[in-house]
């Protein structure tokens, strides 16, 4: 199957995000701090978990994009559910996580077959590495996020958890072919 029909399911089958207290609270609250821009709807995405990531890092909280018992604190929300990161996990849209993570790099815009490639190349050199323990799959996900983090962390470049200029070239990958 190729990487597009698969991103194309992966997509009808995950859902869009779905709305929560929860989310809405977190997103007013990063809004108020100055780490989240986008709509304040309780629906969960990229926006989203870029904005808990930015909240993560300034606080020296461990950086996973998700709305943990720590994260909550630090944000002073208080939840019913005694362990939010054990809930279930939030449907994310393959197609955004994938943009996500190559904003403000060269690949933002370059065709969903090609960036399903880079990153899979990215999570096979990050896990050589030692950064990455995820499965190899092409896809985005908190491990990555982490890994790209760590990585970059190790290497004193700008910790963006994303696949920018910089990190690319560093693992080898600024001029990945496209024949593949």
């Known amino acids: ?32 701090l100055g780490y989240y821009s986008g709509t304040v709807d309780g629906a969960w995405g990229s926006q989203t978990a870029a904005a808990v990531r930015r909240f993560q890092v300034a606080k020296d909280l461990r950086v996973t994009g998700e709305l943990n018992p720590a994260t909550l ?30 904003v403000g790099g060269p690949y933002l815009n370059t065709p969903p077959e090609f960036q399903v490639r880079t990153v899979k190349k990215a999570q096979e050199n990050l896990k050589v590495l030692g950064f990455y323990r995820g499965p190899v799959n092409g896809m985005p996900n908190g491990a990555l996020t982490q890994a790209l983090v760590d990585y970059q962390a190790a290497n004193r470049f700008k910790r963006t958890g994303r696949l920018d200029k910089t990190t690319l070239q560093a693992l080898d990958l600024l001029y990945v072919s496209t024949d593949n």
């Open 1 to 32: 199957m190729k990487p597009f029909a698969l991103l194309a399911l992966l997509v009808v089958f995950t859902g869009s995000a779905f709305a929560d207290q929860v989310t809405a609270a977190v997103q007013s609250k990063l809004a108020r």
């Open 73 to 102: 604190n630090a944000l002073g929300i208080k939840t019913q559910d005694p362990a939010p990161s054990q809930a279930a996990p939030r449907p994310v849209d393959p197609a955004k996580a994938l943009a996500d993570i190559f």
